[in-house]
Nanobody, 113 residues
Framework: VQLQAYGGGLVQAGGSLRLSCVAS????????RGWYRQAPGKQRELVAQ??????NYADSVKGRFTISIDRAKNTVYLQMNSLKPEDTANYYC?????????WGQGTQVTVSS
């Protein structure tokens, strides 16, 4: 499974961005999809995760971020609204397929105050 993430950029506080992550190769059997982020000097943290029928969000993004899937396009999205400077980080998408985890390259999100 190869993952390609895009959609990051520079945005002012209060703005919105939508990240996309396209899975190529064999997507059959993927049962978990998620987004993590890592800011400079900080540990990587889970932002949002979606499994069959359920979603999970970090407390810091609840009510602002929404994770969704387009299965026909093998794409997972992260809609980010009301962005804050503390959301600035490199965002990574990940999937699990038969208990194997795959990671995409990061896409940088920078929120200016």
């Amino acid at each position: 499974v190869q993952l390609q993430a895009y959609g990051g950029g520079l945005v002012q506080a209060g703005g919105s961005l939508r990240l996309s992550c396209v899975a190529s190769g064999s997507a059959f059997g993927i049962n978990v999809r998620g987004w993590y982020r890592q800011a400079p000097g900080k540990q990587r943290e889970l932002v949002a995760q979606i499994t069959s029928g359920s979603t999970n969000y970090a407390d810091s993004v609840k009510g602002r971020f929404t994770i969704s899937i387009d299965r026909a396009k093998n794409t997972v999205y992260l809609q980010m609204n009301s962005l804050k400077p503390e959301d600035t980080a490199n965002y990574y998408c990940t999937v699990q397929r038969y208990n194997v985890e795959y990671w995409g390259q990061g896409t940088q999100v920078t929120v200016s105050s």
